[in-house]
Structures are given as structure tokens and as C-alpha cells.
């Protein structure tokens, strides 16, 4: 699953006339002006205002939220074999003019290093080499959201460790609550 | 515009016979009716769709559209000054505006298309139209005074003129049969 929050990039003309493409809900538009200046007008460009300003292009930005699941590698400080933590999360646009200045058209990848950190940032003050030390240090609850700079949050952050040994079980929610 | 023609052409023929006069107007007059509708028909009225009519409304469509877009957007003004998004009438009205001038533009086409076909039009319509002309032509020719005694109607005078052109011809080749045997035979 594609995880762009760019939905669709249009080229805009005066001439010959055409039918306004309306934003569905969930979905802004973003404008690039003739000076090269990204907006985001509410409710997109009227008629008149697309024929008289002119832009040159409109981009579709998804603004709804999106779950998705994520692995990550965590390196211990101290050193050592890395640990896999699975992060589910739900990622959403809150600026869609940074999204399209910053050309974003893979969240999870550009989530990717903010995630990590979050995960680190959320351990940190609790020494851990093993993913069942990582799953205490990370706790049950919800990892704080994310601000990516280019216009997307992440929230809702959960990290899960998988369990290293034959039960297959993770450490961290259900399963650090089963391990007490 | 038929009776200034038919006026113009019986002072070039003033020399003949009446009856041959009138018949050559009749016949002269039809050729060149046939000939101008055909002409109108085939010819004018497609091009003048095509290359008047149309660029002229889909313009004056456009321009009016792109004129009052503007009125709209300054319209828009106020809402975008404070961050706001305008009514839903401000995008209906829009986006009116643009259908409207799409469908002049669409409306055109399809006029050219279909006028495009007069080129093919059959010469039996041309001669129908003409008969309906002069039927109506004929009608009128003594609107003013209907049941005046005086006043002949067109389509009566025509035919009377062909019978009596028909008539004047079969005398002048009678007569130039006769001629001709009395110079053969002595």
C-alpha cells in the first residue's frame, strides 16, 4: 500500500475552459502560484478566483488519517545485536503546503528516522540490550506523537517487541502485560 | 426582391416576342433561383457557421464567462481576506459560468457538424423550395387588393406565358419549316 499523502498533481490552464476539479472531503487542495508560492485557500479556488489567479498546478492532499504498521531496528546504546520493534501508528497531514514544498510522496520512509528516535527518546533512562529489557523500557502505552517537518504527524504510536523466544508472543502490550 | 429581378430582366429581353420574353424570364428566373439557393445552401451557410458564427459566439460565450468569473472572484474577496472559504453559491455560480460557456462552445460544434451536411443537400429540395417560393410569392403577389379583377397573380402569369411562349415557338418553327421548303423546293 502506497502511503502518499499527494493524491493527484493537475496542470492548470486558462484557456480552453474546464471544469473545476472540486476537492472531496478529506482531500485539500494546494496550489502553485505563477510566482512559484504553494497555497492552500479553504475549500479550494472558485472559478474565478483559478481563472483571474492562475496558478499553475494543484496538487490533491490526502488529510485524512492513515494506520499502518511499521518495523523498525532499534540499536542498543550500549551496543549490541539490534532489536525489532513493530510500531503501529496512524500518520496525518496537518500542513498540506509543507507536504507539497517538501515533496513528500513516501511518509513511511521519511517517518522512518523520526520513529526510531521517538522509540529511543521513549526508552531512554532505562538501560536495555535485550528486546525484553527494550519492552519494559518502552511500557504499555502509547508512544507520543511525531511532528514530521513536512507537514504530517504520526500518532496513536504503538511499539510491540516480538518475543525472541519459541511462544511467539510480543513483549510489550498484551504480552508485557502477561509478562507482569 | 423576385419582382425587381423579373423587371430587370424583361427590360434586357425587350426585343423578343412577348410570349418567348416571358418564357425565357420563367426559365431564367428558376435557373437562377436553383443556382443562388444551391450556392446559399451548400456553400454560404456552412462557411459562415463555420468560420463567422461559431468564432463569434464561442468568443462573445468566453468573454462574458471570463467577465463575470471576475465579479466572482472579487466576490470571493472578502471570505479569503479573513481565511475563510465563500458560500457554496460563490462555487456554484463558477462553475455555472464555465458549464455555461463549455456547452456554447460544445453546442457550436455540434451545430458546424449538422451544418456540414447541407453540402450534401439534394438539388430535388432546391426545387421544391422554389415552387414553395413562387406558391407563396404568388400569394402574396396581390396581397393588396386580393379579389381585384386587375391584379394577376404571378404563378397565372407564368403559365400563361410559358403557353404562349410554347405557342410562339411552334409558329416560328412552322414558319421557318415553311421557308425552308419553298427555298428547297422551287
Same mark, same amino acid.
Given at each position: 500500500?502506497?502511503?502518499?499523502?499527494?493524491?493527484?498533481?493537475?496542470?492548470?490552464?486558462?484557456?480552453?475552459?474546464?471544469?473545476?476539479?472540486? %476537492?472531496?472531503?478529506?482531500?485539500?487542495?494546494?496550489? +502553485?502560484?505563477?510566482?512559484?508560492?504553494?497555497?492552500?485557500?479553504?475549500?479550494?479556488?472558485? $472559478?474565478?478566483?483559478?481563472?483571474?489567479?492562475?496558478?499553475?498546478?494543484?496538487?490533491?492532499?490526502?488529510?485524512?488519517?492513515?494506520?499502518?504498521?511499521?518495523?523498525?531496528?532499534?540499536?542498543?546504546?550500549?551496543?549490541?545485536?539490534?532489536?525489532?520493534?513493530?510500531?503501529?501508528?496512524?500518520?496525518?497531514?496537518?500542513?498540506?503546503?509543507?507536504?507539497?514544498?517538501?515533496?513528500?510522496?513516501?511518509?513511511?520512509?521519511?517517518?522512518?528516522?523520526?520513529? +526510531?528516535? $521517538?522509540?529511543?527518546?521513549?526508552?531512554?533512562?532505562?538501560?536495555?540490550?535485550?528486546?525484553?529489557?527494550?519492552?519494559?523500557?518502552?511500557?504499555?502505552?502509547?508512544?507520543?506523537?511525531?511532528?514530521?517537518?513536512?507537514?504530517?504527524?504520526?500518532?496513536?504510536?504503538?511499539?510491540?517487541?516480538?518475543?525472541?523466544?519459541?511462544?511467539?508472543?510480543?513483549?510489550?502490550?498484551?504480552?508485557?502485560?502477561?509478562?507482569? | 426582391?423576385?419582382?425587381?429581378?423579373?423587371?430587370?430582366?424583361?427590360?434586357?429581353?425587350?426585343?423578343? %416576342?412577348?410570349?418567348?420574353? /416571358?418564357?425565357?424570364?420563367?426559365?431564367?428566373?428558376?435557373?437562377?433561383?436553383?443556382?443562388?439557393?444551391?450556392?446559399?445552401?451548400?456553400?454560404?451557410?456552412?462557411?459562415?457557421?463555420?468560420?463567422?458564427?461559431?468564432?463569434?459566439?464561442?468568443?462573445?460565450?468566453?468573454?462574458?464567462?471570463?467577465?463575470?468569473?471576475?465579479?466572482?472572484?472579487?466576490?470571493?474577496?472578502?471570505?479569503?481576506?479573513?481565511?475563510?472559504? %465563500?458560500?457554496?453559491?460563490?462555487?456554484?455560480?463558477?462553475?455555472?459560468?464555465?458549464?455555461?460557456?463549455?456547452?456554447?462552445? $460544445?453546442?457550436?460544434?455540434?451545430?458546424?457538424?449538422?451544418?456540414?451536411?447541407?453540402?450534401?443537400?439534394?438539388?430535388?429540395?432546391?426545387?421544391?423550395?422554389?415552387?414553395?417560393?413562387? +406558391?407563396?410569392?404568388?400569394?402574396?403577389?396581390?396581397?393588396?387588393?386580393?379579389?381585384?379583377?386587375?391584379?394577376?397573380?404571378?404563378?397565372?402569369?407564368?403559365?400563361? $406565358?410559358?403557353?404562349?411562349?410554347?405557342?410562339?415557338?411552334?409558329?416560328?418553327? /412552322?414558319?421557318?419549316?415553311?421557308?425552308?421548303?419553298?427555298?428547297?423546293?422551287?
Amino acid at each position: 500500500m502506497a502511503h502518499s499523502p499527494v493524491l493527484y498533481i493537475e496542470e492548470l490552464s486558462r484557456f480552453p475552459l474546464r471544469p473545476r476539479r472540486a %476537492p472531496v472531503p478529506g482531500c485539500a487542495h494546494v496550489y +502553485l502560484g505563477r510566482g512559484g508560492r504553494l497555497y492552500c485557500p479553504a475549500g479550494g479556488l472558485t $472559478a474565478g478566483e483559478l481563472w483571474w489567479l492562475g496558478p499553475r498546478l494543484v496538487y490533491g492532499v490526502d488529510v485524512t488519517a492513515h494506520p499502518f504498521e511499521l518495523a523498525v531496528e532499534v540499536p542498543p546504546a550500549a551496543g549490541g545485536p539490534p532489536v525489532d520493534v513493530e510500531l503501529t501508528a496512524s500518520w496525518q497531514v496537518v500542513d498540506p503546503v509543507r507536504v507539497v514544498a517538501g515533496r513528500l510522496f513516501d511518509v513511511l520512509a521519511v517517518a522512518h528516522p523520526y520513529l +526510531l528516535a $521517538a522509540v529511543r527518546d521513549a526508552a531512554r533512562g532505562v538501560p536495555w540490550s535485550t528486546g525484553r529489557e527494550l519492552a519494559r523500557a518502552l511500557g504499555t502505552g502509547p508512544l507520543p506523537s511525531v511532528d514530521i517537518p513536512v507537514g504530517v504527524r504520526v500518532e496513536h504510536v504503538r511499539a510491540a517487541v516480538p518475543s525472541t523466544d519459541d511462544s511467539g508472543d510480543a513483549y510489550t502490550g498484551p504480552g508485557l502485560a502477561r509478562d507482569g | 426582391m423576385a419582382d425587381g429581378f423579373v423587371r430587370w430582366l424583361g427590360d434586357r429581353l425587350d426585343e423578343l %416576342p412577348p410570349g418567348t420574353r /416571358a418564357s425565357l424570364i420563367v426559365v431564367v428566373a428558376f435557373v437562377v433561383g436553383y443556382a443562388a439557393l444551391a450556392l446559399a445552401v451548400r456553400r454560404v451557410t456552412p462557411a459562415l457557421v463555420e468560420y463567422v458564427l461559431r468564432p463569434a459566439a464561442v468568443a462573445t460565450a468566453y468573454t462574458a464567462a471570463v467577465l463575470l468569473l471576475g465579479v466572482q472572484a472579487l466576490l470571493a474577496l472578502p471570505f479569503r481576506a479573513v481565511r475563510g472559504r %465563500p458560500p457554496g453559491v460563490l462555487y456554484g455560480a463558477g462553475d455555472g459560468l464555465i458549464s455555461t460557456a463549455i456547452g456554447v462552445r $460544445a453546442g457550436m460544434r455540434e451545430l458546424v457538424r449538422s451544418v456540414r451536411r447541407l453540402r450534401t443537400v439534394r438539388g430535388r429540395f432546391f426545387v421544391l423550395a422554389i415552387l414553395v417560393a413562387a +406558391l407563396w410569392w404568388n400569394h402574396s403577389g396581390c396581397a393588396h387588393d386580393p379579389r381585384s379583377d386587375r391584379c394577376r397573380h404571378p404563378v397565372p402569369v407564368g403559365a400563361e $406565358a410559358l403557353r404562349q411562349g410554347a405557342r410562339e415557338l411552334r409558329q416560328g418553327a /412552322a414558319e421557318l419549316w415553311h421557308r425552308a421548303r419553298s427555298a428547297i423546293a422551287p
